[in-house]
């Protein structure tokens, strides 16, 4: 057996018979590839900061409006039949 033919069984990262890791080498119907571009797509790493960045602002932005929600509980002062006043939160009669 010569070195050529041992060769051949093995072929290296470099050769024609490699297959690159994940989706992208396997048969797939075009209907797949639309449906799940992200699988054949190499990743974008701008676009993968712009739409972290993007949605941490908007979960800040949330929780912003939570807090200040929180903190405007439209009270005013009222005064119990003793003459007392205390701080009271507007309600609805739906409440």
Avoid at 13 to 39: H, I, S
């Amino acid at each position: 057996m010569s070195e050529k033919e041992v060769r051949r069984g093995k072929e290296g990262p470099g050769d024609k018979g490699y297959r690159t890791p994940g989706l992208r080498g396997a048969q797939t119907t075009t209907l797949f590839r639309a449906v799940n571009p992200e699988l054949f797509i190499r990743p974008n790493k701008p676009v993968m900061v712009f739409g972290l960045v993007t949605i941490t602002l908007c979960v800040g932005y949330l929780g912003y409006l939570h807090a200040t929600k929180e903190n405007d509980q439209q009270l005013y002062e009222a005064i119990d039949s003793e003459g007392e006043r205390y701080m009271r939160r507007k309600t609805s009669k739906w409440d």
